[in-house]
């Protein structure tokens, strides 16, 4: 039984994988959400929570605002305050929603948005002036009062669909309030002494909520975060200037023993290594969001604003535009890279605005995918050249893609198969398996004989990439290790994929040791000033 449901799993992870393959998560990933980086969802991660005493619940992180550098001031990163930001939760499997967590926030500034102001001349020519900058002094978890600017944001469950369900408000319990705060972004050491310092403010706007009919409370936090995705992502995106294969014998061997000239695993490949992010991070118990279902939940975020929105003229802080009419979403993320390097762009903005209930107007990108042909456009003569080999195609020649399509579109039963079978993307997670603590983790998850980790939903420390170039380019076709015996899958024969079985790589390493082991387990953003 434990090896037919590992083998079942292991094809699972490979057909999710190819959903997002290769090498960068959703950072700027469609032509329209470009123009509205506020609203631009980065990476989706569902799992069950592993800090110690935590066993009983989920973590949800949806992150927005990509590529933020952390000295992006004097204005820093703030949420649209006309946006809705909601995470989205399917428990019986019809691929609609069936809870929403949605998120609506709020911008201030002090003296009723007038802000701090100093007198400013002598005493017979004073002036009483605004100060341009987010705050005039330090800052610290028990003395805000420097601070020049805030944010803050109210939680809303929705029960059923998205629009039209029934809304209940979550009470933040230790405020006694309907409102939660959100931390200052790191503006440097100066202002708040030290990373120790800005993590201990910034650990005082996690907040228990009480959800509605739900006996145990939960967690929530919104704030900025180091980006916890890894990519090569300036040479992935220039037709992939880099040989994708690994360099060394084995990661980080340094041997020079692997495919000559291939890439080599190093941190200095990770392009997001100075770049932050904006989390929305939520901790709710198993048992208030698994309904009726088996256990499994399907899960992905979206973002969406007013249809119209009319800019003020004369525009002010509290006022610089109206907005109404109805919620459009124009963000959406479950599973990664999906809309970057499986969409092709002239459907990117309608996947933007799609609900997986109509993904079946995507099912050629899958059946079909784009990248192995352009892999193999690009490195196929080179390849021939290094190996001295006649290869004719480097892209796998399965069609249509049976092995990417029956888990991509609808989980595995009795892995993380929904008790409806609805093809459908988003991430899914079998709430019933242990988590794994931090320090055993694999990067590799269910590949790395990880049940807890992706595709059984996705935790910070997973590598989606390496995983991904290698099944899209036929890994599945191959024997892999299945309870440590060569086992095919049977979705394809070796000759279908000519390089199914080459460790393909960005060189981009991530592991869960990069990771805090707690709620909301991100690591703390980069400071703008040492």
């Known amino acids: 039984m434990q090896k037919t449901k590992r083998l079942t799993t292991t094809a699972t992870l490979a057909a999710l994988f190819v959903a997002g393959a290769v090498n960068a998560s959703s950072h700027r990933e469609a032509p329209n959400i470009t123009r509205f980086p506020t609203l631009d969802s980065t990476d989706f991660y569902v799992f069950n929570s592993y800090e110690d005493g935590r ?102 469950m929705i029960s059923g669909d998205m629009r039209t369900g029934s809304k209940e408000t979550i009470a933040n319990t230790g405020a006694g309030t309907n409102s939660f705060g959100k931390p200052l972004d790191y503006v440097g050491n100066k202002t708040f002494t030290d990373m120790q310092g800005y993590m201990a403010y910034a650990n005082t706007f996690i907040h228990t909520i009480s959800i509605p009919n739900c006996d145990a409370a939960g967690k929530v936090f919104v704030g900025q975060r180091k980006d916890p995705f890894v990519v090569n992502l300036g040479k992935t995106f220039d037709l992939v200037n880099y040989v994708p294969v690994e360099g060394d014998s084995a990661p980080g061997a340094g041997d020079a023993g692997g495919f000559p000239n291939g890439i080599t695993q190093s941190d200095s490949n990770d392009d997001l290594a100075d770049k932050n992010v904006t989390s929305i991070a939520i901790e709710v118990p198993k048992s208030c969001i698994t309904g009726s279902g088996n256990g499994v939940v399907g899960a992905w975020t979206s973002a969406s604003l007013p249809q119209a929105r009319i800019l003020n003229p004369n525009a002010t802080f509290s006022k610089p535009d109206v907005n109404a009419g109805a919620l459009t979403q124009v963000s959406r993320l479950g599973s990664p890279l999906v809309n970057e390097l499986v969409i092709g762009i002239s459907d990117k903005d309608t996947f933007s605005s799609s609900h997986p209930s109509n993904d079946g107007q995507f099912a050629d990108y899958v059946t079909h995918p784009s990248l192995p042909e352009l892999l193999n456009i690009l490195f196929k003569d080179a390849v021939n050249t290094t190996l001295g080999t006649d290869i004719e195609t480097l892209a796998p020649t399965n069609f249509p893609r049976t092995d990417l399509v029956a888990a991509f579109l609808t989980g595995v039963e009795g892995v993380n198969q929904l008790q409806t079978v609805t093809p459908s993307e988003m991430l899914r997670l079998n709430t019933g398996i242990d988590a794994t603590v931090a320090a055993e983790q694999s990067s590799f998850g269910v590949a790395g004989n990880d049940l807890a980790g992706f595709p059984n939903g996705r935790r910070p420390g997973d590598d989606v990439v390496d995983i991904a170039l290698r099944v899209v380019m036929g890994a599945l076709c191959h024997d892999i290790p299945v309870a440590g015996e060569p086992t095919n899958l049977g979705f394809c024969a070796p000759e279908d994929a000519s390089v199914g079985n080459v460790p393909f790589t960005d060189g981009a390493p991530v592991n869960a040791s990069m990771m805090m082991e707690s709620f909301p387990y991100l690591a703390n953003p980069i400071a703008g000033s040492e």
């Open 55 to 156: 066993e009983d619940y989920v973590t949800l992180i949806a992150n927005y605002i990509p590529l933020q550098d952390a000295y992006g001031g004097p204005n820093y990163f703030a949420m649209d305050p006309a946006a809705t930001y909601s995470i989205h939760i399917d428990n019986d499997g019809d691929a609609v929603e069936d809870i929403t967590f949605a998120f609506n926030f709020t911008k201030s500034l002090p003296n009723n948005n007038e802000g701090i102001a100093l007198t400013v001349g002598p005493a017979d020519n004073q002036r009483t002036v605004a100060v341009p900058l987010i705050n005039i002094g330090g800052v610290s978890a028990g003395n805000t009062q420097n601070a020049n600017f805030s944010e803050s944001y109210e939680l809303t």
